[in-house]
Structure formats: structure tokens, C-alpha cells
């Protein structure tokens, strides 16, 4: 007798709670680090670095990493290595925009832009370790 037992990557309930847990926590780490940013003044003026629009990106990110992750845990046979490697990938493309800012927003400071890349990498770092069961 064979017994069937449903692999972490393939738990559609799991996926859920995994996904919401992604995205929660996700937003707690960049409103952490902003408050933080704006508490110390790093980037007066400086669009990226506020409430709605760290808030909003980061909801935006932390979903579509989910999606990817559903997705790949249907089309791989081994999703959690595939979406380290797409979340490593990702991360440094979404570092572009923000090295960019530098020179096109004249508010944007050294130090703006290394709090969002630090958010970047905050939510990259969630999302991997909660989505792949990576939390210890």
C-alpha cells in the first residue's frame, strides 16, 4: 500500500497562509525600516520613501512573488530552488530603478536610496524564507 502525501510546494491551503504570511511580514520589515528612514531624516522630499508608496510596492512585491511561487510549485520539480534563484535574479533587476533616482529625482540622496534597496532586499528575503519554508 502507497501512501500519497502532499509535498510543501503543492499545498494549496499551506500556499495560502504561507502567501499572506509573506506579505505581512514583508510590510512590517519596510515600514520598520521606514519609519526608521524617516525618523533620522535621510531623504527630506523624497517620494520613494513614503508611507503609501513603500507600502503599495511592497503589497505589489511580496504578491507577484507569491504568484511566481504558486506557479512555479506547479510547473517545477523543484519549485523552492527555482524561485531562490528567480527571487535572486529579481532582486538585483529592482535595484536599477532605485540606482537611477540618483540621478533623475533631485531629492534622492545616497542614503534614500540604500534604505530602498534594503526594503528590496528585506522583502526578497521574506518571501524566500517564508514561501520556501525557510523560517528555521
Do not use: K, Q
Amino acid at each position: 500500500m502507497s501512501t500519497v502525501t502532499e509535498t510543501p510546494a503543492r499545498s494549496g491551503r499551506s500556499l495560502v497562509r504561507r502567501g499572506l504570511l509573506a506579505v505581512l511580514l514583508s510590510v512590517l520589515s519596510t515600514a520598520g525600516l521606514l519609519a526608521v528612514a524617516r525618523a533620522v531624516r535621510i531623504a527630506p522630499g523624497f517620494e520613494p520613501l513614503t508611507w503609501p508608496s513603500v507600502i503599495s510596492f511592497t503589497v505589489i512585491g511580496a504578491v507577484g512573488a507569491v504568484v511566481v511561487y504558486w506557479l512555479l510549485a506547479r510547473l517545477s520539480d523543484s519549485p523552492e530552488r527555482t524561485f531562490t534563484i528567480v527571487a535572486a535574479v529579481v532582486l538585483v533587476l529592482s535595484y536599477i530603478p532605485d540606482f537611477v533616482l540618483l540621478s533623475e529625482d533631485e531629492n534622492a540622496t545616497i542614503l534614500g536610496v540604500a534604505a530602498l534597496l534594503l526594503m528590496h532586499t528585506a522583502v526578497a528575503a521574506v518571501c524566500v524564507a517564508v514561501l520556501t519554508r525557510r523560517t528555521g
